[in-house]
Nanobody, 121 residues
Framework: QVQLVESGGGLVQPGGSLRLSCVAS????????MGWYRQAPGKQRELVAQ???????VYARSVKGRFTISRDNAKKTVTLQMNSLQFEDTATYYC???????????????WGQGTQVTVSS
């Protein structure tokens, strides 16, 4: 089994910062792209940021310059540093990864259970 477990969500005031972490565990041979998505109530899930195995990054326009994604391949972790948080950043944040379990297996997409981020004064 493969699991992605997020941590670091919480309540923060506008302008504040939070750091989300996600660790992949289980029978893992290789991890390709990892990323963070978010879903606010009544809205579709959207990409926040993603990072490839060679550390190429993509950010949603709404978070560029405020959020930073990074990964540690040895520890199988991906982190999202969120600064200058705004009310609009309130959502459940999900970790996502393309993971291969064996040398011959294709990459399969996995999701974490989500962690809540609430920006409120």
């Amino acid at each position: 089994q493969v699991q992605l477990v997020e941590s670091g969500g919480g309540l923060v005031q506008p302008g504040g910062s939070l750091r989300l972490s996600c660790v992949a565990s289980g029978n893992i041979f290789s991890i390709d792209t990892m990323g963070w998505y978010r879903q606010a109530p009544g809205k579709q899930r959207e990409l926040v940021a993603q990072v490839t195995r060679d550390n190429s990054t993509v950010y949603a326009r709404s978070v560029k310059g405020r959020f930073t994604i990074s990964r540690d391949n040895a520890k199988k972790t991906v982190t999202l540093q969120m600064n200058s948080l705004q009310f609009e950043d309130t959502a459940t944040y999900y970790c996502n990864g393309d993971i291969s379990r064996t040398t011959w297996a294709k990459y399969k997409n996995y999701w974490g259970q989500g962690t809540q981020v609430t920006v409120s004064s």
